[in-house]
């Protein structure tokens, strides 16, 4: 599945229809979520972040957040944040239990528990043992089934994460994960770190495939794929960039309007503005590469530029601030279409088969982009997906999964 | 402490024998106030907090593969409290005599590892770690199960193999990787691992590293259980998986249980 990260409207558009949405506290303080009417898990997967992770923002920048989050009971008091250590393991079981409940009320399809975010290699894991345990006796109670959060920062994974994934595949009654990477020390827009790459796999894999537990990923923007292919259940991702990443500065407020609209091309895992990028590439004759994205919502631009025409012809794809609704549909179809044609094949191989060629391809359109650009490079140069389609391979080599 | 001074120590219990033990304390097998035929650990001072560490594990842990906790308490000796741990006798012979005398019974391996495996399950429960596996902490009873002792005390006693320091407790030769390199929060998967090098070990009659034990510190992967061992390719394949390097790619104990039950005879 393809959960759509709707960090900010609470209510998705009409016209889009992802596999399900991840909602997040700090997107939406208490009293408005309460008042507005969420969507039903009926038709679509429910999550509600509980965002504990973000107990950290500065309420100097990151005012907006902050209250947002402050408004929920689950998240400590700066006091009690000072205090998480000294916490009884029944004030854990009351954090855990307050976040549970209020998502209970939100009709959501699977219920995540909070637990506190590794962000340090020198940190030791001991608290986030307790929260874990805390919280795989809370889950054992509750209904619709938990996801237990887990978060590591990418400068912790390497001292950490094998030492996490140990103790996860040691928990029989653990429910299942909901699992990002904090990457706040990083740049770009997507995580490129080899070691977020190979954590979320291990995790995707050895929690979910072996395991047999259902195993989310968040901010993984689209390497969230290659994690379905190994054992994921589902990858969540956006369109902002808060949406894409796990970055504390993309809750600072700052100055500046509204996103600019760009076309998200799975072929190249790059993302595009229709003016400025598309035009040029369809003059270099190399729209074709771009072809397999065409998708409902970006037809008229392509038929468009085809013509020969611009896509200021198209007003949907018109790059001026906040025309960005067709722009999040296409990425939501793109990306509900890729994921269908990944899940119909057979688990294994077949799923490894479709990751690898995709990134390989992907990696070979980003290089002859580039070589074709090389003087005025594109918005987005795609080039983490070298070092994604190197995890990959590397992760596969090391487990020896057959393709 | 001596087998006389032992005795002034715990007056209720009949101490007939001093076992040889290591730096951690001093060994007697007697006979309890009730009546039961125990083993008497008392703790040397500079152990004491290990030694409350095992008290609390096995005053947990009920279960047939883990020696049964029968009473606890405190000596006074030489003006120092020491904590004493008197745990039942468990008949039948250690695993490492067997090995070295040669008088192991292959075809009884895959209820060993199995009964082991049900009772690292047991202690995991209670989210203890052994630490120790090996094969001298392994008594072999006569219907073939095994019985895990010295649970988490004994990590340094063993003289006989190599035994790093106090800030990684347990015998190199059998210890997981993880917990050859410090890590802490050690879970069953480490059990596992030394697990399966008792279990190789068991069937192939040598450690899978020979002599050279601290190969295993750099070894890329566990040697695989030779073609001709006496053991079904399923006991192979379970001890090969038992000893992987990455700590998730191990069975749980109760996959270990599971996967053997058709080769116990």
Same mark, same amino acid.
């Given at each position: 599945?393809?959960?759509?990260?709707?960090?900010?409207?609470?209510?998705?558009?009409?016209?889009?229809?992802?596999?399900?949405?991840?909602?997040?506290?700090?997107?939406?303080?208490?009293?408005?979520?309460?008042?507005?009417?969420?969507?039903?898990?009926?038709?679509?997967?429910?999550?509600?972040?509980?965002?504990?992770?973000?107990?950290?923002?500065?309420?100097?920048?990151?005012?907006?957040?902050?209250?947002?989050?402050?408004?929920?009971?689950?998240?400590?008091?700066?006091?009690?944040?000072?205090?998480?250590?000294?916490?009884?393991?029944?004030?854990?079981?009351?954090?855990?239990?307050?976040?549970?409940?209020?998502?209970?009320?939100?009709?959501?399809?699977?219920?995540?528990?909070?637990?506190?975010?590794?962000?340090?290699?020198?940190? /030791?894991?001991?608290?986030?043992?307790?929260?874990?345990?805390?919280?795989?006796?809370?889950?054992?109670?509750?209904?619709?089934?938990?996801?237990?959060?887990?978060?590591?920062?990418?400068?912790?994974?390497?001292?950490?994460?094998?030492?996490?994934?140990?103790?996860?595949?040691?928990?029989?009654?653990?429910?299942?994960?909901?699992?990002?990477?904090?990457?706040?020390?990083?740049?770009?827009?997507?995580?490129?770190?080899?070691?977020?790459?190979?954590?979320?796999?291990?995790? /995707?894999?050895?929690?979910?495939?072996?395991?047999?537990?259902?195993?989310?990923?968040?901010?993984?923007?689209?390497?969230?794929?290659?994690?379905?292919?190994?054992?994921?259940?589902?990858?969540?991702?956006?369109?902002?960039?808060?949406?894409?990443?796990?970055?504390?500065?993309?809750?600072?407020?700052?100055?500046?309007?509204?996103?600019?609209?760009?076309?998200?091309?799975?072929?190249?895992?790059?993302?595009?503005?229709?003016?400025?990028?598309?035009?040029?590439?369809?003059?270099?004759?190399?729209?074709?590469?771009?072809?397999?994205?065409?998708?409902?919502? /970006?037809?008229?631009?392509?038929?468009?530029?085809?013509?020969?025409?611009?896509?200021?012809?198209?007003?949907?794809?018109?790059? /001026?601030?906040?025309?960005?609704?067709?722009?999040?549909?296409?990425?939501?179809?793109?990306?509900?279409?890729?994921?269908?044609?990944?899940?119909?094949?057979?688990?294994?191989?077949?799923?490894?088969?479709?990751?690898?060629?995709?990134?390989?391809?992907?990696?070979?359109?980003?290089?002859?982009?580039?070589?074709?650009?090389?003087?005025?490079?594109?918005?987005?140069?795609?080039?983490?997906?070298?070092?994604?389609?190197?995890?990959?391979?590397?992760?596969?080599?090391?487990?020896?999964?057959?393709? | 402490?001596?087998?006389?001074?032992?005795?002034?120590?715990?007056?209720?219990?009949?101490?007939?024998?001093?076992?040889?033990?290591?730096?951690?304390?001093?060994?007697?097998?007697? +006979?309890?106030?009730?009546?039961?035929?125990?083993?008497?650990?008392?703790?040397?001072?500079?152990?004491?907090?290990?030694?409350?560490?095992?008290?609390?594990?096995?005053?947990?842990?009920?279960?047939?593969?883990?020696?049964?906790?029968?009473?606890?308490?405190?000596?006074?000796?030489?003006?120092?409290?020491?904590?004493?741990?008197?745990?039942?006798?468990?008949?039948?012979?250690?695993?490492?005599?067997?090995?070295?005398?040669?008088?192991?019974?292959?075809?009884?391996?895959?209820?060993?590892?199995?009964?082991?495996?049900?009772?690292?399950?047991?202690?995991?429960?209670?989210?203890?770690?052994?630490?120790?596996?090996?094969?001298?902490?392994?008594?072999?009873?006569?219907?073939?199960?095994?019985?895990?002792?010295?649970?988490?005390?004994?990590?340094?006693?063993?003289? +006989?193999?190599? +035994?790093?320091?106090?800030?990684?407790?347990?015998?190199?030769?059998?210890?997981?990787?993880?917990?050859?390199?410090?890590?802490?929060?050690?879970? +069953?998967?480490?059990?596992?691992?030394?697990?399966?090098?008792?279990?190789?070990?068991?069937?192939?009659?040598?450690?899978?590293?020979?002599?050279?034990?601290?190969?295993?510190?750099?070894?890329?992967?566990?040697?695989?259980?030779?073609?001709?061992?006496?053991?079904?390719?399923?006991?192979?394949?379970?001890?090969?998986?038992?000893?992987?390097?990455?700590?998730?790619?191990?069975?749980?104990?109760?996959?270990?249980?599971?996967?053997?039950?058709?080769?116990?005879?």
């Amino acid at each position: 599945m393809f959960l759509y990260n709707s960090m900010w409207a609470w209510n998705l558009p009409a016209s889009t229809a992802p596999h399900g949405v991840v909602l997040h506290a700090v997107g939406c303080p208490l009293e408005n979520a309460e008042s507005r009417q969420a969507p039903t898990s009926r038709d679509r997967f429910i999550l509600f972040d509980p965002d504990s992770y973000l107990w950290e923002l500065d309420s100097e920048t990151c005012g907006r957040a902050v209250k947002c989050l402050e408004s929920y009971p689950w998240i400590p008091t700066m006091v009690e944040r000072t205090a998480l250590p000294s916490m009884t393991d029944e004030q854990v079981a009351a954090i855990l239990g307050a976040a549970a409940d209020w998502q209970k009320t939100r009709g959501v399809s699977r219920i995540i528990l909070p637990t506190p975010l590794i962000s340090e290699s020198d940190q /030791s894991v001991d608290e986030f043992l307790r929260w874990l345990d805390t919280a795989i006796s809370v889950a054992a109670g509750l209904s619709p089934q938990s996801l237990i959060a887990v978060g590591v920062s990418e400068v912790a994974i390497r001292r950490h994460f094998d030492t996490i994934l140990d103790h996860l595949t040691a928990r029989r009654e653990l429910p299942g994960i909901y699992i990002f990477a904090e990457t706040s020390r990083s740049s770009g827009s997507v995580a490129v770190n080899q070691d977020v790459a190979r954590m979320l796999l291990m995790a /995707s894999h050895f929690v979910g495939q072996r395991l047999g537990r259902e195993v989310v990923v968040n901010f993984a923007d689209t390497f969230g794929l290659a994690c379905l292919a190994v054992g994921a259940a589902a990858f969540a991702g956006g369109y902002e960039r808060k949406c894409r990443r796990l970055n504390f500065e993309n809750f600072e407020e700052r100055d500046g309007g509204g996103a600019f609209p760009k076309f998200f091309a799975l072929g190249t895992t790059a993302y595009y503005r229709p003016e400025k990028d598309l035009q040029r590439i369809r003059d270099a004759r190399l729209l074709r590469l771009l072809e397999g994205d065409r998708t409902a919502s /970006s037809a008229a631009l392509f038929e468009a530029l085809k013509a020969g025409g611009s896509a200021r012809d198209v007003p949907t794809w018109r790059e /001026s601030r906040n025309n960005v609704a067709a722009a999040k549909a296409h990425l939501i179809e793109r990306l509900c279409g890729a994921t269908d044609e990944l899940v119909a094949l057979r688990p294994g191989p077949d799923r490894i088969a479709w990751v690898l060629e995709w990134l390989q391809n992907a990696e070979l359109n980003v290089t002859y982009l580039g070589t074709r650009f090389e003087d005025a490079p594109l918005d987005d140069d795609g080039r983490h997906v070298r070092a994604w389609r190197a995890s990959f391979e590397s992760f596969i080599d090391e487990f020896e999964l057959v393709v | 402490m001596d087998l006389a001074e032992a005795r002034d120590c715990l007056p209720d219990y009949r101490l007939t024998q001093a076992i040889p033990a290591g730096a951690q304390g001093s060994v007697f097998r007697g +006979t309890a106030p009730d009546g039961t035929d125990v083993v008497v650990k008392i703790v040397s001072g500079s152990w004491a907090e290990r030694g409350e560490r095992e008290i609390q594990a096995l005053r947990l842990i009920r279960h047939p593969s883990i020696v049964r906790l029968v009473d606890y308490g405190s000596v006074t000796f030489r003006g120092q409290s020491l904590p004493f741990i008197a745990t039942e006798f468990v008949g039948g012979e250690n695993l490492r005599n067997e090995l070295d005398a040669g008088t192991f019974d292959v075809s009884t391996a895959p209820l060993l590892i199995a009964s082991l495996a049900d009772g690292l399950d047991a202690i995991w429960a209670q989210r203890v770690v052994h630490r120790d596996i090996k094969p001298e902490n392994t008594i072999v009873t006569p219907d073939g199960r095994g019985v895990l002792v010295d649970l988490g005390v004994a990590r340094c006693l063993d003289m +006989t193999t190599l +035994t790093v320091g106090a800030g990684s407790p347990g015998t190199l030769g059998y210890m997981s990787p993880e917990q050859a390199r410090g890590e802490r929060n050690l879970t +069953t998967k480490s059990d596992v691992y030394s697990l399966g090098v008792t279990a190789y070990e068991a069937v192939v009659g040598d450690h899978p590293f020979g002599r050279n034990q601290t190969a295993m510190l750099r070894a890329s992967r566990a040697p695989l259980v030779p073609a001709q061992a006496r053991c079904s390719p399923i006991v192979a394949d379970m001890i090969g998986a038992m000893m992987e390097l990455v700590p998730a790619m191990r069975p749980m104990p109760s996959d270990i249980v599971a996967a053997l039950a058709g080769e116990v005879v």
